[in-house]
């Protein structure tokens, strides 16, 4: 018996009730939101319920979405599959800017405690719980956040790039 | 067969410049050490191989320590990760040294300008020829080396204890 896209929105929703909301498909896969303060419960029953058995966590990270408003800032994605039935759901959580934190899951998946530790890296986002959050990727002398998007694009210690030579300029000279 | 320097010859003798010796001992056994991080490691190992054949310029002995190198051959993207331990290779070589960048990547960054990776390897060690290309093709990095050797040819026994090296070494830090 295959799991059924409503059958799960039915479970979840009568669970959590109005901390969840937005159930739609998105590119083939079903995707729920859910506050952040009960993405935690929320994981864990996914894992934990018999039924759902969502027990393979494929990727967690972290969006920046700059024109939304401040309670929206960033979104934590994870990306949950049960192998059983080939099932995958996604659950988006959002956070403010001036709160970035959130519970972490490393308690449910030991996968997640790297994924956390890059979206730590990556763009600041404090997993309360953690077991050792700290840089993973870049150099630990690092003190901003590279993929958030106020951060430049290009590197500022760049010293050949010309830019007559990129397009840059109106009449292609200084 | 090295052509001998400038001198003067006669019966059972020979008579030049102590620098011209030693220049040409050394420009004729520079052992390198390869610093390969991404593709233009694979264009010297082309170049190491039979094909083009970089023993004949005496630097058949690959070393892969560096205190018994005399040339580092630095060949690849070079992250700000990498770049500390990049310049410990270096501080460990002994005196005489020199460096070859090969590479897009090592001597400016290449297409790669972003937070993570360096701007050139000049911007952390001393640099004495640049061999563009992104990868260089084998010749290039035989070009290079030829033109080290003329480098080294060429200089004074007695450069590295010039004020102006030192000067150099200083604006490194090192």
């Known amino acids: ?174 | 067969m090295v052509p001998p320097p400038e001198g003067v010859s006669g019966e059972g003798f020979f008579a030049t410049k102590l620098d011209d010796v030693v220049g040409l001992a050394r420009a004729n056994s520079l052992w390198p050490l390869p610093f390969a991080t991404s593709c233009c490691g694979i264009e010297f190992m082309a170049t190491m191989a039979s094909h083009y054949d970089l023993a004949r310029f005496g630097s058949e002995r690959v070393s892969f320590s560096p205190r018994q190198a005399d040339m580092l051959m630095v060949m690849g993207t070079i992250s700000k990760k990498m770049a500390p331990i990049l310049r410990q290779v270096y501080e460990q070589m002994s005196e005489p040294r020199w460096v070859i960048s090969v590479g897009a990547c090592a001597c400016s960054g290449g297409i790669f300008d972003t937070y993570s990776v360096l701007q050139g390897i000049d911007k952390v060690i001393p640099v004495d020829v640049y061999v563009p290309g992104c990868p260089p093709r084998p010749e290039q990095i035989v070009d290079g080396v030829m033109q080290l050797q003329a480098l080294v040819k060429n200089e004074s026994v007695r450069r590295r204890n010039s004020p102006e090296y030192k000067e150099l070494l200083a604006s490194y830090n090192l």
């Open chain 1, 1 to 174: 018996m295959a799991l059924e896209t409503a059958n799960i929105q039915d479970k979840i929703a009568q669970k959590f009730g109005n901390e969840v909301r937005n159930f739609e498909m998105l590119g083939g896969i079903f995707t729920f939101e859910v506050h952040s303060d009960s993405a935690h419960n929320a994981i864990d029953f996914l894992k934990n319920d018999s039924e759902l058995n969502f027990h393979f966590l494929t990727d967690l990270c972290a969006i920046h979405y700059p024109d939304n408003d401040t309670e929206h800032h960033y979104a934590i994605v994870y990306l949950l599959h049960n192998w059983i039935e080939n099932t995958r759901i996604r659950v988006k959580t959002y956070l403010s800017s001036e709160r970035l934190e959130i519970k972490t899951i490393t308690d449910l998946f030991l996968s997640a405690n790297w994924m956390e530790r890059e979206t730590y890296d990556f763009y600041g986002v404090d997993f309360k719980g953690h077991p050792q959050l700290k840089r993973i990727l870049n150099m630990d002398e690092m003190t901003s956040f590279p993929m958030r998007k106020e951060f430049p694009m290009e590197d500022s210690g760049r010293t050949d790039k010309d830019d007559r030579f990129f397009g840059r300029t109106k009449t292609n000279s200084q």
